[in-house]
């Protein structure tokens, strides 16, 4: 299953917006090609994600956590990934912020791209560690395998 095929069994569901042309421009401008694959402009331009809200189960979630995700908007990616920590520890080594906590943590969400994928895992990388000399890739923590396995086990609030 691919995340575009995840998503339109939930598309009822979501409720945040679509990424404009404005947006996508924005994005392919600032971030590395790898980062901006033809398949998740598809989805952000598609989906009505950015603004989302997702509920993953403990259960469900590779770290054990669970995790209540709100989708970035392109803005917030851009903030993120140049801004902020962790995002300009790791959009570097092939990861894109994608989501934030919802419940409070601040822990934000990647799309781990270290790999070409079209449906790649989905991460959580703590603030803790950033901002030294390089992010320890032994505390990224795997929520879930792939990006549509992440959307079909989740639940959209």
């Known amino acids: 299953m691919t995340p575009a095929q995840s998503l339109q069994g939930i598309i009822g569901s979501l409720d945040g917006a679509c990424a404009t042309d404005d947006d996508i421009r924005l994005l ?5 090609a790898e980062l901006t694959p033809d398949w998740l402009i598809d989805i952000l331009r ?8 997702f509920d993953l ?3 469900h979630d590779k770290s054990g956590l669970g995790a209540d995700l709100v989708w970035l908007t392109p803005g ?14 790791v959009v570097c080594l092939g990861f894109l ?6 419940t409070g943590s601040g822990d ?3 799309l781990d791209f270290r790999q070409v994928s079209d449906d790649p895992p989905l991460v959580r ?3 803790d560690y950033a901002g030294g000399d390089f992010y320890p890739l032994d505390r990224v923590e795997l929520v879930s ?8 086990r989740s639940r959209p609030l």
């Open 28 to 32: 392919k401008s600032r971030l590395p």
């Open 46 to 53: 598609k989906y009505r994600l950015s603004g989302a809200y």
């Open 57 to 59: 189960p403990a259960m």
């Open 76 to 89: 917030q990616i851009m903030s993120e990934s140049f801004d902020v920590e962790p995002g300009l520890s």
């Open 97 to 102: 912020p994608i989501g934030g906590c919802s």
């Open 108 to 110: 934000p969400y990647f």
């Open 125 to 127: 990388i703590p603030h």
């Open 145 to 152: 395998p792939s990006l549509s396995e992440f959307i079909s």
